[in-house]
Structures are given as structure tokens and as C-alpha cells.
């Protein structure tokens, strides 16, 4: 699913990854989980169609 990731941000608080991937499907953000030793071949958790996504902004309030 990762073809041109144009961004990537990491929440420290639910321990997730977003990756805006702008070449597949038109734009998409996909959420992963954070990765243990020795783990980083896995699928996303989330995989959400966000057309012509170019960034990744975490807010929290």
C-alpha cells in the first residue's frame, strides 16, 4: 500500500503511526502501531481514502 509516502507523524500518546500516501488510490492515510524489536513488516491498522492528501497534522487539546 505504501507507493510515495509524502508525510509522517507519530502520536506518542496512542503509540500510533500515520503516513499520508498521496501515489495509491488518489491519497490515503494509513495508521500503523508502533512497531516492537525485531517487528516491522506489518499491515496498517487503519487504511482511510483522504484524496489528494499531501500532510499529516496531530493535534491534541
Same mark, same amino acid.
Given at each position: 500500500?505504501? %507507493?510515495?509516502? /509524502?508525510? /509522517? =507523524? +507519530?502520536?506518542? /500518546?496512542?503509540? $500510533?503511526?500515520? /503516513? =499520508?500516501? &498521496?501515489?495509491?488510490? %488518489?491519497? $490515503? @492515510? ?12 506489518? =499491515?496498517?491498522?487503519?487504511? &482511510?481514502?483522504?484524496? %489528494? @492528501?499531501?500532510? @499529516? +497534522?496531530?493535534? $491534541? $487539546?
Amino acid at each position: 500500500m505504501l %507507493g510515495n509516502p /509524502v508525510d /509522517v =507523524a +507519530y502520536d506518542n /500518546v496512542a503509540k $500510533r503511526i500515520y /503516513v =499520508a500516501e &498521496r501515489l495509491n488510490g %488518489g491519497g $490515503r @492515510v494509513l495508521t500503523f502501531a508502533s512497531p516492537s524489536t525485531g517487528t516491522f513488516d506489518t =499491515a496498517p491498522l487503519q487504511n &482511510r481514502a483522504e484524496p %489528494g @492528501v499531501s500532510a @499529516v +497534522y496531530l493535534s $491534541r $487539546r
